[in-house]
């Protein structure tokens, strides 16, 4: 039987939500930012007047201002946010019990088995969704109707602001095809410079490539991508009542001043390391790999990863190995402005196994570890995350710069 997938997306979500309480300002360019006195001074959302001067998310706001003099900033109100997103949701759930929500301004629902009690007609029901959104919320919304997930996305995306875009079994390769590669879904910044390094533009391109050529260059996710671009997308939509598994665990932050010592960057790391752990720990899960980013003041970030020898879920370990790989892509004095760690490969305690310690301890240290870290779980969740801090994590006296 042949899906029936809506993907619905909010146009401009939160210029949208804050042009709610400011009715007079819908024609004038504005943008939602973050404070730029703590160094988040970056655009987080724009409305279509702002977007027409190239306003861009994540450029900062001088950025912004050089391109649009006359920009409105509005600061962010994310509870407001997070209301309006579960009043859209629960919007969608009138429709179906199968809607997965995919950010807070999107979602994907399946309506495969509850269209015939609407009409019958998938188009019909995405236009009046989006009259209810206009009507009932004030807010807009990008419609994409397909067979299935990434081809609904797509078709959200085709077509802005409100708007539908049915994507069928018929039309999707005049559709698809011709979009440029970086349209589809999970094929970011990276892997689009790599396919076009070899002559790959657009998706239908990505199609007709032999899969063992994209497996080689990008591994599995090249196979994935090949199916998506021939139309082969048979993930199911989940209920948002449906516990998601956790594909990682990260944290990142930006510092109140630029990172320039090893010690700064240690205790940076060190810090959320602690947070990372704590959390696989909560989750009763074990990071099988580490990956660590490294954002410079000009807003540019590099990436290392690595699978580990022996799953932990120890502050140590963690703080060890993204040490490692920071030092792999930076060297003092140069700058740091934010950093991040994200455990990845995650894994529960049954498929963790024993293997020669990747830090040449013996299984009794990583016992008393595990007893010390656990002890610590128990003070933070009596008196608060601040009771306890880790050794490695607390300030030590800071190095000058080197020259």
Not at 33 to 59: M, W, Y
Not at 65 to 91: A, F, G, Q, T
Request: aromatic share 6%.
């Amino acid at each position: 039987m042949e899906r029936i997938i809506l993907h619905c997306d909010l146009n401009s979500f939160y210029a949208s939500v804050e042009l709610l309480s400011h009715p007079d300002l819908r024609q004038t360019p504005v943008a939602v930012c973050g404070d730029p006195t703590s160094r988040h001074g970056i655009i987080l959302a724009k409305n279509e007047p702002a977007k027409r001067f190239g306003v861009q998310t994540a450029e900062t706001i001088w950025q912004a201002k050089k391109k649009c003099p006359d920009l409105v900033l509005l600061p962010p109100h994310h509870h407001l946010y997070r209301e309006y997103s579960r009043k859209v949701n629960d919007i969608y759930g009138q429709y179906t019990d199968l809607v997965e929500p995919f950010g807070i301004d999107e979602s994907w629902l399946d309506v495969t088995g509850t269209l015939h009690l609407f009409g019958g007609d998938a188009r019909a029901l995405a236009d009046t969704l989006r009259r209810r959104m206009r009507q009932e919320l004030g807010l807009t919304l990008s419609v994409g109707v397909s067979f299935n997930k990434v081809f609904a996305k797509l078709g959200s995306d085709y077509k802005k602001p409100d708007a539908t875009t049915v994507i069928s079994p018929e039309n999707w390769r005049e559709i698809v095809w011709p979009l440029p590669v970086g349209d589809l879904l999970y094929v970011g910044g990276a892997a689009r410079k790599l396919l076009g390094q070899y002559g790959v533009d657009t998706i239908g391109q990505l199609a007709a490539c032999k899969p063992d050529m994209l497996e080689q260059l990008m591994g599995k996710m090249g196979l994935q991508l090949h199916s998506y671009a021939n139309g082969l997308d048979a993930d199911p939509v989940r209920s948002r009542f449906e516990k998601e598994p956790v594909k990682s665990v990260g944290n990142g932050t930006t510092f109140p001043q630029n990172l320039t010592t090893r010690d700064q960057v240690r205790q940076g790391i060190a810090m959320l390391a602690d947070s990372v752990a704590s959390r696989l720990r909560h989750l009763g899960l074990y990071a099988g790999g580490l990956q660590v980013t490294v954002r410079d003041p000009q807003f540019r970030d590099r990436s290392r990863q690595t699978r580990l020898s022996a799953p932990t879920h120890l502050i140590r370990e963690v703080t060890e190995t993204a040490m490692d790989l920071t030092e792999q892509i930076w060297k003092p004095p140069s700058p740091i402005r934010a950093l991040t760690v994200t455990a990845i490969h995650l894994m529960e305690a049954e498929d963790t196994y024993e293997q020669v310690d990747l830090f040449g301890g013996s299984a009794a240290t990583r016992q008393r570890s595990e007893k010390l870290e656990a002890a610590m779980d128990r003070i933070r969740g009596k008196y608060g995350s601040s009771a306890i801090a880790y050794g490695a994590a607390a300030p030590e006296k800071e190095e000058d710069p080197l020259p």
